[in-house]
């Protein structure tokens, strides 16, 4: 025990992030959505996920856009449902517990779930 390191960089968090968008992009029942209908730009969008990662988890306030609007955007094309939530997070946490542990690696998986469930809330009742 005790052979993986915590989170404690932007580095870390972008291993994270790439790591993580590997398994989305194999995923039969997610992968779609970053690819087919938001047609995700990776060389764009890691850095700014990144970016939100790291606001959140090492209290670095680099994110400065809306994280909302794009999904309200997105769930207008494709009403994003529980399993694609449940999906996410699954990968997320997994990609999380391959590479990570300790306290910012447990922060991580609260916040994702936390994220997950309000996003879903949200776009299940917005407009």
């Not at 995923?27 to 730009?41: E, G, P, Q, R, W």
């Not at 856009?65 to 997320?92: C, D, G, T």
Request: overall charge positive; proline content about 3%.
């Amino acid at each position: 025990m005790g052979t993986k390191k915590d989170i404690t960089s932007r580095a870390d968090i972008e291993q994270l992030v790439i790591q993580f968008y590997e398994q989305v992009k194999k995923d039969t029942l997610i992968s779609f959505i970053f690819t087919d209908v938001a047609k995700i730009n990776w060389q764009h969008h890691i850095p700014l996920i990144t970016d939100f990662w790291e606001s959140i988890l090492l209290d670095n306030p680099v994110y400065t856009k809306n994280a909302m609007e794009v999904h309200y955007i997105l769930n207008k094309k494709l009403p994003l449902r529980k399993e694609h939530f449940s999906q996410w997070v699954l990968l997320f946490c997994t990609t999380v517990d391959d590479l990570f542990e300790g306290k910012i690696a447990a922060l991580a998986k609260t916040r994702a779930r936390s994220i997950a469930a309000l996003m879903q809330f949200k776009m299940a009742t917005h407009p």
